[in-house]
């Protein structure tokens, strides 16, 4: 079938490419509607506008004056890393950050959405990376960017593939609102009870007058109900210890920022082998995760067996710890980092000894167990909607290089 379909560059069926102006834009340190979109926002065919900057409305207009982007536009990340692929599915007053260029279709000849799953399909991907061969960091020339060639079907053909494709995307955008209100409602449970303090029998609670925590409660350290160990990095020139058929997940800060409260994927793998070698240490499945080096704060929790990076801490409990994980995590998303100051002049971190040394508080045994009773059915229920976008994403990442090389005939469906 794929002989009716014509092979074109992709500057023959956008209206506008643009690339990013050469430049930081300044950000402000408060929320304002205009978010820069860097290449750390665009990761697995999505485009995050959670974990943005800000900046103010002039430097918006400044970095907007040659393309103002809006809903359906494609953005591709030229390095760090190349080649990630997201769509812009909202009117959020957005910009691009340094290394991103980005495709407006002309949908006279290319739906929007096709040419967003053709750069995602595997002609495309590989066209990009050759792009970026034979450099240190893999990185593609603003030209080449609009040199990548995809094969191109009638319009109407492209509109059911598609349509075929969105369908699975659109199932997995649902979830992930799901999910933002079932954390949100998480969030607000604990800062009712632990913030403001109106945990069930707070009106009778007697405060202890050395602690000024209620009775029963104490603040000890990190240490004392974790035993924390920190990730490691194999040497980088050895491509032998990183993304093997059969490795380990390595998790990074980007892949904690890209968790919705939960790892379940990792941009790379360490192999077995650089596991043993340099003596990792694994985090089980439920434990807890800190970033404690460049972007210190983010947590999450792992969803099976893995290790991480250097920049990451791992929580495992004691067995004297009767604090279920979903307190655990959202104490440690809520605790002021900064007030533990910083060890780095080059940058915001800790150091492993003051991870271990974040005062805890710890609620009463039988606060602890009310709150895990009516918090862990939201979790449950967020982990089970990751589950299913999970297996989501495996049914439609199946079918894109199928639908996208012709395999799967779509001209006779309605």
Same mark, same amino acid.
């Given at each position: 079938?794929?002989?009716?379909?014509?092979?074109?560059?992709?500057?023959?069926?956008?209206?506008?490419?643009?690339?990013?102006?050469?430049?930081?834009?300044?950000?402000?340190?408060?929320?304002?509607?205009?978010?820069?979109?860097?290449?750390?926002?665009?990761?697995?065919?999505?485009?995050?506008?959670?974990?943005?900057?800000?900046?103010?409305?002039?430097?918006?207009?400044?970095?907007?004056?040659?393309?103002?982007?809006?809903?359906?536009?494609?953005?591709?990340?030229?390095?760090?890393?190349?080649?990630?692929? $997201?769509?812009?599915?909202?009117?959020?007053?957005?910009?691009?950050?340094?290394?991103?260029?980005?495709?407006?279709?002309?949908?006279?000849?290319?739906?929007?959405?096709?040419?967003?799953?053709?750069?995602?399909?595997?002609?495309?991907?590989?066209?990009?990376?050759?792009?970026?061969?034979?450099?240190?960091?893999?990185?593609?020339?603003?030209?080449?960017?609009?040199?990548?060639?995809?094969?191109?079907?009638?319009?109407?053909?492209?509109?059911?593939?598609?349509?075929?494709?969105?369908?699975?995307?659109?199932?997995?955008?649902?979830?992930?609102?799901?999910?933002?209100?079932?954390?949100?409602?998480?969030?607000?449970?604990?800062? #009712?009870?632990?913030?403001?303090?109106?945990?069930?029998?707070?009106?009778?609670?007697?405060?202890?007058?050395?602690?000024?925590?209620?009775?029963?409660?104490?603040?000890?350290?990190?240490?004392?109900?974790?035993?924390?160990?920190?990730?490691?990095?194999?040497?980088?020139?050895?491509?032998?210890?990183?993304?093997?058929?059969? $490795?380990?997940?390595?998790?990074?800060?980007?892949?904690?920022?890209?968790?919705? +409260?939960?790892?379940?994927?990792?941009?790379?793998?360490?192999?077995? #082998?650089?596991?043993?070698?340099?003596?990792?240490?694994?985090?089980?499945?439920?434990?807890?995760?800190?970033?404690?080096?460049?972007?210190? $704060?983010?947590?999450?929790?792992?969803?099976?067996?893995?290790?991480?990076?250097?920049? +990451?801490?791992?929580?495992?409990?004691?067995?004297?710890?009767?604090?279920?994980?979903?307190?655990?995590?959202?104490?440690?998303?809520?605790?002021?980092?900064?007030?533990?100051?910083?060890?780095?002049?080059?940058?915001?971190?800790?150091?492993?000894?003051?991870?271990?040394? +974040?005062?805890?508080?710890?609620?009463?045994?039988?606060?602890?167990?009310?709150?895990?009773?009516? +918090?862990?059915?939201?979790?449950?229920?967020?982990?089970?909607?990751?589950?299913?976008?999970?297996?989501?994403?495996?049914?439609?990442?199946?079918?894109?290089?199928?639908?996208?090389?012709?395999?799967?005939?779509?001209? #006779?469906? #309605?």
């Amino acid at each position: 079938m794929m002989e009716k379909w014509k092979e074109v560059e992709i500057d023959a069926v956008c209206n506008e490419i643009v690339d990013c102006l050469n430049r930081t834009a300044p950000k402000v340190d408060y929320e304002t509607p205009y978010k820069m979109i860097r290449t750390s926002n665009v990761r697995h065919g999505r485009i995050d506008l959670e974990n943005v900057f800000y900046v103010d409305e002039a430097t918006y207009k400044k970095w907007t004056r040659r393309l103002i982007p809006k809903k359906y536009d494609i953005i591709l990340t030229r390095e760090a890393p190349l080649g990630e692929i $997201g769509m812009l599915k909202s009117d959020d007053l957005v910009f691009l950050g340094q290394r991103t260029v980005m495709y407006r279709a002309n949908e006279k000849v290319c739906d929007p959405h096709f040419l967003y799953y053709s750069l995602l399909g595997p002609n495309c991907q590989s066209n990009i990376k050759a792009f970026g061969s034979g450099s240190t960091v893999e990185h593609m020339k603003v030209p080449d960017s609009k040199r990548i060639k995809l094969y191109l079907p009638s319009l109407r053909t492209q509109r059911k593939i598609a349509s075929i494709l969105s369908a699975y995307d659109d199932l997995i955008e649902n979830n992930l609102r799901r999910i933002k209100l079932l954390e949100e409602m998480a969030q607000l449970t604990y800062e #009712e009870w632990f913030v403001r303090m109106k945990f069930p029998g707070h009106e009778n609670a007697k405060v202890d007058e050395e602690t000024g925590l209620p009775e029963g409660w104490r603040k000890v350290k990190t240490s004392d109900l974790f035993d924390i160990t920190i990730g490691k990095t194999p040497p980088r020139g050895e491509s032998l210890w990183f993304n093997q058929q059969d $490795g380990v997940k390595w998790a990074s800060i980007k892949d904690i920022r890209g968790a919705n +409260i939960y790892i379940f994927e990792s941009s790379e793998t360490i192999s077995n #082998e650089a596991a043993e070698k340099f003596n990792f240490k694994f985090i089980e499945e439920g434990n807890v995760v800190l970033s404690f080096k460049l972007t210190v $704060g983010l947590v999450a929790i792992a969803n099976e067996r893995m290790t991480t990076n250097e920049a +990451i801490a791992h929580f495992n409990p004691k067995s004297s710890n009767y604090l279920k994980t979903s307190y655990s995590y959202f104490y440690l998303r809520r605790f002021n980092y900064n007030s533990l100051g910083s060890t780095s002049s080059i940058g915001n971190a800790i150091n492993s000894k003051i991870v271990k040394r +974040i005062p805890f508080v710890i609620p009463s045994k039988n606060v602890a167990s009310s709150f895990d009773i009516v +918090i862990n059915p939201l979790m449950k229920t967020i982990k089970k909607l990751l589950i299913q976008n999970q297996l989501l994403k495996e049914a439609r990442d199946i079918l894109l290089p199928r639908l996208m090389t012709g395999v799967i005939d779509v001209e #006779e469906l #309605e």
